[in-house]
């Protein structure tokens, strides 16, 4: 892993977006969250992300929507899926839209960092 | 020839009376001059034969009575005439025999004329048939100028009498007619008939159906033509009209979106009226003699159907239809509505609408909303039309939303569980998320070199704050299930258990699932929630139905089976014959265990937990055969004496 990496992360729940990124803030990467997929598609943080941690649930743009639309603006990212929804289905099109993982909420946020790192190297 | 006076213009009527005045007046001065000079002179001629002058002019102008009175009257003359003039001598032979050739000639003259105004009368009377019809007559001589010219002559080309008569036929009319044709048929025939072109006095041409009869001589010699014709141009214009009007018709007919066509019911109609016997219902007849229904049907043949009719009914083209009938193409379904519209029909209707559904004898199944409507022309029931709109189509989507709908209501009861169990999940596993984050972060933070304690700090409040809010859905979720849920009772499993068969009926029929409840004759009450405990019968008959989906060897039975056990407790067990589960048959109990694609995995563990907490004990097991068994105890009820269970009951 490079030297402080930027993870951004989507999720419009408030506790575990703002829980997430203290987490990571304590293990010494640089974080960038976002409320929504839109807001993230609209930053320039975007430009320097190097892992994308998203919720597939959320209103407006869902996640799948978001692996979509970075797909066709070419994405240079991995993306790991959280979700409380951990269906087979939603799995399978997470993966044949390109996620390096999909793990189910609560996710152990140990756990989290150990595939991140297994995905940035 | 000559006219009569009536039906004369006025012009033509006040010639007439003044050449009668002048007749009469000449007939006076005559008869009187003869009078004189029969009276007078010494002459020894019969001068009074001279009198038949004066009867024949009298004759030319006057009718019958007026020729009688005037012979009448000459003979009277003459025999004054005599007496007067041979008074001395009244029996002198020879003035005797003058006189009496007179009188004789006076006679001959009256009669005579009588009998001339006679045939002239007929005559007349047959010129005014003439003049009644509209079809002109035209009566015309060897050199084609006209002699005779009728009224209807005159209306038609424009030319009165008088402008017509003694031209020719040819200068007047300008006619176009195939000459020679004509001369050839007059010559071996002595008539033609065929059609001709003519100019009217505007400069019109007219189309006439026209009949010439060769007028011959006593010798046989052709003397003129008389000719009757009739103008087509009207007939044609209104032939074209309703040709035209036909050809709509037609197009309408063909064009049309919806099937059509006509068919001839006489011979069906026939063959009922024949086989009912006097007497009888002719509705219920029908209905018991569906063969003779549809016998007659065969009877009936499609005079004309439109394109749209030829798809409806698969046919390759209109030929196929056409002689041919409805009844013989369809296996199902015919007779009764058949009979139905036929009963309709024979009560007086001339219109009926019914929505029929016919099954072709491959199998093809058609609705239609037929309208039959009876065309009143000829024999009874020679022309039906009938109209068909096909709503198969109309039908197949509104069976779908019934069934979408009705699913969807169904699915709404049987499904509450997954319902519940998302919306807790997503609710709690937010909060408890973040508990885990923050928890690891402060350790994190604590962990550093130089321990970040305000961080950690930070991360202890969330930690509280977001148990705060777990324990917040927790307690909304219980005050919901509390509202749901009635408080614990005694139970009867039996009609619960029927009841919750009742519910997944529609699943298991479409499954082609036969549900049978095994049990004791008696069984004792359990105590639980009532709701809950049927929530988890339902999820498990549900389960049941779906591990049994894909058989294809052997028939689909689930069996419901209830038996009391030792320490007071009641066991449900459902039992199926599917694919069983496998290894390790406990783990289906644990959250998000699911083999289904779009499923969450909460059922059964939900039901484990409602179990659990009405104090029993759930568990699955492979069955020896096929299929596996799963069942729960349930503590039985102090309260209420054991109930007389119903013994088996089998339901599809």
């Known amino acids: 892993m490079k030297q402080s990496p930027t993870i951004c992360i989507v999720d419009d729940d408030d506790d575990v977006r703002s829980s997430l990124e203290n987490y990571l803030r304590s293990v010494g990467v640089e974080v960038r969250s976002f409320v929504s997929a839109e807001d993230f598609l609209a930053s320039d943080d975007r430009l320097d992300a190097d892992c994308l941690i998203t919720d597939l649930h959320m209103p407006g743009m869902d996640g799948m929507t978001l692996q979509r639309e970075l797909n066709k603006l070419g994405r240079s990212f991995p993306v790991i899926v959280i979700t409380a929804f951990p269906t087979s289905a939603a799995q399978e099109q997470s993966a044949d839209l390109g996620a390096a993982a999909f793990l189910s909420k609560p996710v152990d946020p140990d756990m989290l960092l150990d595939r991140v790192e297994e995905i940035l190297q | ?652």
């Open chain 2, 1 to 652: 020839m000559h006219s009569t006076e009536r039906g004369r213009s006025g012009a033509e009527t006040s010639f007439f009376v003044r050449r009668k005045r002048l007749f009469q007046a000449a007939a006076l001065i005559i008869g009187a001059g003869i009078f004189a000079l029969d009276l007078l002179t010494p002459l020894q001629g019969a001068v009074a034969v001279l009198y038949i002058i004066v009867v024949l002019l009298i004759a030319q102008t006057g009718g019958r009575r007026a020729v009688v009175t005037s012979g009448v009257v000459c003979a009277v003359l003459a025999i004054i005439a005599y007496v007067a003039g041979h008074s001395d001598n009244l029996f002198d032979d020879g003035a005797q025999v003058r006189l009496a050739v007179s009188l004789i000639s006076i006679l001959a003259a009256t009669l005579l004329s009588i009998r001339d105004h006679s045939a002239r009368s007929t005559l007349a009377e047959q010129a005014r048939v003439l003049e009644l019809t509209h079809d002109t007559v035209i009566i015309r001589d060897s050199d084609n100028k006209i002699l005779y010219w009728n009224d209807g002559a005159e209306k038609l080309y424009g030319w009165t009498r008088h402008e017509a008569v003694g031209r020719t036929c040819q200068e007047l009319l300008q006619c176009q007619f195939p000459a020679e044709q004509v001369a050839l048929a007059l010559q071996s025939a002595g008539n033609w008939s065929g059609e001709l072109t003519r100019t009217r006095r505007d400069g019109t041409r007219i189309v006439l159906a026209s009949r010439w009869l060769l007028r011959r001589d006593p010798e046989g010699q052709g003397v003129g033509i008389i000719e009757t014709s009739a103008d087509l141009t009207e007939q044609r214009r209104a032939d074209a009209e309703r040709r035209l009007s036909e050809r709509r018709y037609s197009t309408i007919f063909h064009a049309a979106g919806f099937a059509a066509w006509e068919s001839d019911w006489s011979a069906t109609r026939r063959h009922i009226f024949d086989s009912v016997p006097a007497g009888a219902d002719l509705r219920s007849w029908m209905a018991a003699h569906p063969d003779v229904v549809r016998e007659a049907g065969t009877k009936s043949a499609i005079g004309d159907a439109n394109q749209a009719a030829v798809d409806l009914f698969g046919a390759s083209d209109r030929d196929e239809l056409i002689g041919s009938n409805v009844v013989a193409r369809y296996a199902i379904g015919v007779e009764q509505s058949f009979a139905e519209i036929l009963a309709d029909l024979a009560e007086g209707a001339d219109r009926v609408e019914k929505e029929v559904r016919w099954t072709t004898h491959e199998g093809r199944v058609l609705d239609v909303v037929l309208r039959v409507t009876l065309v009143p022309e000829g024999e009874p029931w020679s022309r039906v039309l009938v109209m068909a709109f096909d709503v198969t189509e109309r039908n197949e989507a509104r069976a779908k939303l019934e069934q979408a709908s009705a699913e969807l209501a169904h699915a709404a009861r049987v499904s509450t569980l997954g319902q519940l169990a998302a919306s807790i999940a997503h609710e709690v596993n937010q909060p408890l998320a973040a508990i885990i984050n923050y928890g690891k972060s402060g350790n994190r933070w604590l962990a550093r070199e130089v321990p970040d304690t305000g961080e950690a700090k930070n991360c202890f409040d969330h930690i509280v704050s977001n148990g705060n809010r777990a324990a917040d859905v927790i307690a909304r979720v219980r005050s919901l299930a509390r509202k749901t849920a009635p408080q614990v009772e005694p139970v009867a499993l039996p009609a619960l258990i029927d009841e919750a068969v009742a519910l997944v009926q529609r699943e298991a029929h479409a499954s082609h699932v036969a549900i049978t409840r095994l049990g004791e004759d008696t069984l004792p009450f359990v105590i639980g929630d009532r709701v809950q405990i049927q929530q988890v019968i339902v999820n498990l008959l549900m389960n049941a139905i779906q591990a049994m989906r894909d058989l294809e060897d052997r028939s689909r039975r689930l069996c419901v089976h209830l038996e009391t056990e030792a320490d007071a407790m009641v066991r449900v067990a459902v039992e199926d014959c599917g694919t069983g589960i496998g290894e390790n048959p406990m783990r289906i109990f644990e959250p998000f265990f699911t083999t289904k694609d779009d499923g969450m995995g909460m059922g059964l563990s939900i039901c484990k937990s409602i179990i659990e907490a009405q104090g029993g004990r759930i568990s699955a097991t492979d069955n020896p055969g096929h299929g596996a068994t799963i069942s729960f105890t349930l503590p039985v009820s102090t309260a209420e004496p054991p109930l007389a269970a119903e013994s088996v009951h089998t339901s599809v």
